[in-house]
Structure formats: C-alpha cells, structure tokens
C-alpha cells in the first residue's frame, strides 16, 4: 500500500508565496517521477510541475518562474514552493508520483488527497 500526504496549502494573497510538501510511505521500490497537479472548480485537473529520480525538472507554462519543484528522493519527498501567486492559482493541489511498488512488475500513479490553495486579489 502507497500513500501521498500533501501539506502546506492555505489562503494568501496575491503575490504571497506557500509552499506545499508531500511525502510518500509504503510499500516503495523505485519512485520514477513525483510532481504536482492542480484543479480549480469547474475545471479539469491540470498538470503543474514534476520531478524525475534523475532531478530534472518541468513545469506548466502558467506556473514557469514562479513556481519551483524540487525533491528527495531518499526521503520520498517532493515540494512546490510557489511565489508570486495569482488568484487564478487557487485549486485544490494534488502530489502526484508514478513509482514502482516492488522490484518486479510495472509502475502505477499514486495520488495524494489534495491541499486548498486559495489566493485572494
């Protein structure tokens, strides 16, 4: 069994900054890539930013240069530190990793169980 905890969220204001976190537990072989979605009401989910084990990092268009994703993967960790924050920002976040569980078989996506961010103009 995989968990993904988010922490973090909150209201600010815009140009305030937060910093989401998420940690993964469990039963865990191998994490290929960790990162975070985002969905505002009415909207699909949308991809943000991700992290592979390898460290490199990509990012949504919308959130290039304000936000930043960074990761441990010793720890199982990953972190959304978001600067500049806009009201069209506010979304429920989701941490978000595709990793393999055991040493044999293939990776499945697990996903946390989202964090409010809400940015006020």
């Known amino acids: 069994q995989v968990q993904l905890v988010e922490s973090g969220g909150g209201l600010v204001q815009a140009g305030g900054s937060l910093r989401l976190s998420c940690a993964a537990s469990?039963?865990?072989?191998?994490?290929?890539?960790m990162g975070w979605y985002r969905q505002a009401p009415g909207k699909q989910r949308e991809w943000v930013a991700a992290?592979?084990?390898?460290?490199?990092?990509n990012y949504a268009d919308s959130v290039k240069g304000r936000f930043t994703v960074s990761g441990d993967s010793a720890k199982k960790t990953v972190s959304l530190q978001m600067n500049s924050l806009k009201p069209g920002d506010t979304a429920v976040y989701y941490c978000?990793?595709?990793?393999?569980?055991?040493?044999?078989?293939?990776?499945?996506?697990?996903w946390g169980q989202g964090t409010q961010v809400t940015v006020s103009s």
């Open positions: 978000n990793s595709d990793l393999y569980p055991f040493r044999l078989g293939q990776a499945y996506t697990y």
């Open positions: 469990g039963t865990i072989f191998r994490i290929n890539t």
């Open positions: 992290i592979t084990s390898s460290g490199e990092t």
